[in-house]
């Protein structure tokens, strides 16, 4: 499952692929959005689900073979 | 020390004067260290390092109960030297390790060790029970204190010796009493490094990994003695002064620990109230754990980070990860004994901006 919207984080360590994420979310307030988000930072593991915590969404993870991690990330509460 | 120079240095496995004396200061070393931990002088063994504790104690573990196909059970947010010693052995062919989880404050749940020794008891294959649950006393990170009291009803009703590494505690915190095994390390609570303490409850089930012939079953060899002294004298004082210190230390982190919460998207990490008084952990959204530690460094402030990209060959935090709590953009502040109210003053009042002036450079302002 994926969103029209990838962010590609791939290259970078935390905070930024949690930055990048947060970026493209801010411009999708409503309920029901959503974004996916690629990255190959381990740290992205915890740290997405714990921002979705923080600000209303909920993340799915797929580890794709080539070490990257693809979340599907969708707002359940409006920003 | 200098006795232990002067009084310590030869063999003391040697019948001659030299050697009676330095067996007699190792002896008295070690009896009050033991006094100190309310356990008897031979339940105390001297090794190198808080590090060789733990693993002796868990390959000593293991081997009593070798014929165990069950699980070592293992929290989730020990120091990752017990959790690599535990994992290592099962390479040689011990039985497997069972993580016992956490919650969102780094707690364990005792009624999940409960349920999860009665679920392997109660298998038609059961054998001997697990060879050990290991929980810490106080997380090296957040200073979570673990429930010990309920943990060790548990593990006893199983016939399960607990392993308690107490590194973080010792001298600092009440030196814990349930425990069948615990270990220690004197570097820890302003003690030299070099020193680990391994005590082994009487009747418990441990044994020695690599029996040495003619040394007492836990000899490590000859211990560091002119440290050994260093080590009970550290002690000796910072039990002394606990009392005093340990209220002190715990206003002083109750003030950090409600500066870094009133910072937006900042998440202070650990228990609340169930925790050693010297450390505090926040980790701060959209922030790299080490430009905080590097800006506080520039004004001659030093504290540590446990994040990911502090550290980015060793990964996240393994404590940080298993309570579901951010990992990057993390603090760690260790308050020593003697900190000043001053130091800790301009900690608070530099915190705010600091994260602040990150985030404006960041351009993650309102996101």
Sequence with gaps: MTSDVVVDARGTLCPQPVIDLARAMAERPSIGESVTLLADDPATVHDVPAWCRMRGCTSALTELNDDTYQFLVTRNSAS | ?367
């Excluded at chain 2, 699980?71 to 535990?86: G, K, L, N, R, W």
């Excluded at chain 2, 003697?338 to 351009?363: F, K, Q, Y």
């Design chain 2, 1 to 367: 020390m200098l006795a232990g120079l002067d009084d310590g240095w030869a063999d003391p496995s040697r019948l001659h004067r030299e050697g009676r004396r330095a067996q007699l200061v190792i002896n008295d070393a070690k009896a009050r260290i033991a006094a100190l931990l309310d356990i008897r002088t031979d339940e105390l063994t001297i090794v190198r390092s808080g590090t060789h504790a733990v693993r002796t104690a868990i390959e000593g573990l293991a081997q009593a109960r070798r014929r165990s196909s069950a699980p070592m059970i293992v929290s989730t947010v020990e120091h990752s030297c017990v959790i690599d010693a535990s994992e290592a052995l099962t390479l040689n062919g011990a039985s497997a390790v069972r993580h016992l989880g956490v919650d969102r404050d780094g707690l364990v749940d005792p009624s999940e060790l409960a349920t999860l020794l009665s679920d392997l008891m109660a298998r038609a294959d059961a054998g001997p029970p697990p060879p050990f649950v290991a929980v810490q006393s106080v997380n090296q990170e957040t200073g979570t204190a673990q429930p010990l009291d309920r943990v060790a009803e548990i593990t006893r009703s199983a016939d399960v010796p607990l392993l308690v590494d107490a590194s973080q505690s010792l001298g600092r915190e009440d030196v814990p009493v349930h425990w069948d095994v615990m270990a220690g390390s004197a570097h820890k609570w302003g003690g030299p490094a070099g020193i680990g303490l391994l005590a082994i409850r009487t009747g418990v089930r441990w044994r020695a990994p690599t029996p040495v012939r003619g040394l007492d079953r836990t000899s490590d060899g000859f211990p560091d003695v002119p440290a050994l002294l260093a080590a009970a004298a550290s002690l000796e004082q910072a039990e002394r002064e606990r009392a005093v210190v340990r209220p002190r230390l715990l206003a002083l982190t109750d003030q950090i620990r409600a500066t870094a919460a009133s910072i937006p998207d900042v998440e202070v990490v650990g228990h609340p109230t169930q925790r050693a008084a010297h450390l505090v952990t926040f980790s701060c959204l959209y922030v790299a754990g080490d430009a905080i530690v590097g800006a506080l460094d520039r004004i001659d402030l030093s504290v540590a980070s446990g994040s990911a990209c502090a550290s980015v060959q060793h990964g996240p935090s393994h404590v940080l990860a298993a309570m579901g709590v951010l990992t990057h953009g993390n603090v760690r502040i260790g308050l020593p004994a003697d900190v000043t109210d001053a130091d800790v003053a301009r900690l608070i009042d530099a915190l705010p901006p600091v994260v602040a002036a990150i985030r404006a450079d960041a351009g993650t302002v309102g996101l």
